[in-house]
Structures are given as structure tokens and as C-alpha cells.
T-cell receptor, first 114, second 115 residues
Framework: DVKVTQSSRYLVKRTGEKVFLECVQD?????MFWYRQDPGLGLRLIYF???????EKGDIPEGYSVSREKKERFSLILESASTNQTSMYLC?????????????FGAGSRLTVL | GNSVTQMEGPVTLSEEAFLTINCTYT??????LFWYVQYPGEGLQLLLK?????DKGSNKGFEATYRKETTSFHLEKGSVQVSDSAVYFC??????????????FGKGTKLSVKP
């Protein structure tokens, strides 16, 4: 089975700090995604990457950047954390099978910005 | 544009009750449809999927049928268990740029099953 690992389950940071959220997948998938999950809003796409060093903005990229230096690793970066970035962050890897795009998610990283 | 609308929760049921969670979608073309489930403290995991009209996805006693005429993909289970308590997300496939595809999610429906 594909495994997507998010290294930090819980983080507490202060306003203005730089935050790195790391995600690693072990099945050689080209596509990786970062979502944030908020009550009443569901999942919203922040950024995705379809290859090494490639990235595309999702629906809410403001305040975030990403890095994909190796195929298995996709990092989400908050350059200067703010309280409205307190959220659950979910990384996912994509297995595409003839139009049935099945995402495999990590367990999530819950970030609190004070 | 593409969108997914699912019934708002929370939904509270007694064990062995019948479950329906409604999901309708708007999409161009012929998307694939999915139900994902998120158990407490975990990430999302695929529950079932359907790739074309009239397909029925099923898993763990849950079922959903891809209805193109009503643009719906309602989730059903005949007899829920306490262990089914989770948040359920309906989703459809979409395409961004050069990606193989991304999913658009509904807002989620929280299900609580009481013994």
C-alpha cells in the first residue's frame, strides 16, 4: 500500500515564525498535494506538484509556498505564520488509474499559530 | 465550474439504523466520483469510487451509485455501526494544468452512531 508520511502531527508556532511541513510518499507518484482542512469549509487545495521542481497554485496559495526537490518529498512552507493559518494540513499523493484519480492521504499535521 | 454539495451534518443515528448522505455535483465532462472517510485523528482514506454513469461503488457495507441524470452520488448503508462514526467527504475528479487530476471535495458530513 502507498504510504504518505507527514513528519509532524502537532505543531505550535508563534506569529511571524517560518514553518516547514514535510511530506514523504513511498510509491514513486508524480503528483502530490497540500490541502488545509477547516470546520465547515472542508478541504481546500493550497498547492500541488506534478513533477520534481514543478508546482502549481491551488485555490488558496496566499501565504504559502512549496518545495519539491525530490520526487518522494513535498514540503509546505509558511514564510511568516499568522493566526489565520491555524488549521489541519493534509498531504496527499495521487495514483491515477484511467480517469479514477485515487488520492492517498497522510495522517495530517495540526498547526496552531499563537 | 466544478463543485460538490453534500448534506450538512452532523448526522446522529442509532446503531443498526439506515444511513443516507446526499451528494450532488456540478461538472463539465464526465468526472469520476468518490467517497472518502476520515476517522477521528486520522487523514482521509478512500471508501469507494465510481468512474462512469450507473456504476455502483461499494465497500464495507457502504454503497453509492453514479446517477448522471440527477448528478448525484448518494452514500448509503443499510445498518450502521458505532465504528462508522467519522466524517464523510464526497469528491469528484477535476483537472488543473498539467496534473493528471485533482479532486474537488464537499464540505464533509460528520456521522455519529450511538450504541
Amino acid at each position: 500500500d502507498v504510504k504518505v508520511t507527514q513528519s509532524s502531527r502537532y505543531l505550535v508556532k508563534r506569529t511571524g515564525e517560518k514553518v516547514f511541513l514535510e511530506c514523504v510518499q513511498d510509491m514513486d507518484h508524480e503528483n502530490m498535494f497540500w490541502y488545509r482542512q477547516d470546520p465547515g469549509l472542508g478541504l481546500r487545495l493550497i498547492y500541488f506538484s506534478y513533477d520534481v521542481k514543478m508546482k502549481e497554485k491551488g485555490d488558496i496559495p496566499e501565504g504559502y509556498s512549496v518545495s519539491r526537490e525530490k520526487k518522494e518529498r513535498f514540503s509546505l512552507i509558511l514564510e511568516s505564520a499568522s493566526t489565520n493559518q491555524t488549521s489541519m494540513y493534509l498531504c496527499a499523493s495521487l495514483e491515477g488509474i484511467a480517469g479514477a484519480n485515487v488520492l492517498t492521504f497522510g495522517a495530517g499535521s495540526r498547526l496552531t499559530v499563537l | 465550474g466544478n463543485s460538490v454539495t453534500q448534506m450538512e451534518g452532523p448526522v446522529t443515528l442509532s446503531e443498526e439504523a439506515f444511513l443516507t448522505i446526499n451528494c450532488t455535483y456540478t461538472a463539465t465532462g464526465y468526472p469520476s466520483l468518490f467517497w472518502y472517510v476520515q476517522y477521528p485523528g486520522e487523514g482521509l482514506q478512500l471508501l469507494l469510487k465510481a468512474t462512469k454513469a450507473d456504476d455502483k461503488g461499494s465497500n464495507k457495507g457502504f454503497e453509492a451509485t453514479y446517477r448522471k441524470e440527477t448528478t448525484s452520488f448518494h452514500l448509503e448503508k443499510g445498518s450502521v455501526q458505532v465504528s462508522d462514526s467519522a466524517v464523510y467527504f464526497c469528491a469528484l475528479s477535476a483537472h488543473y494544468g498539467g496534473s493528471q487530476g485533482n479532486l474537488i471535495f464537499g464540505k464533509g458530513t460528520k456521522l455519529s452512531v450511538k450504541p
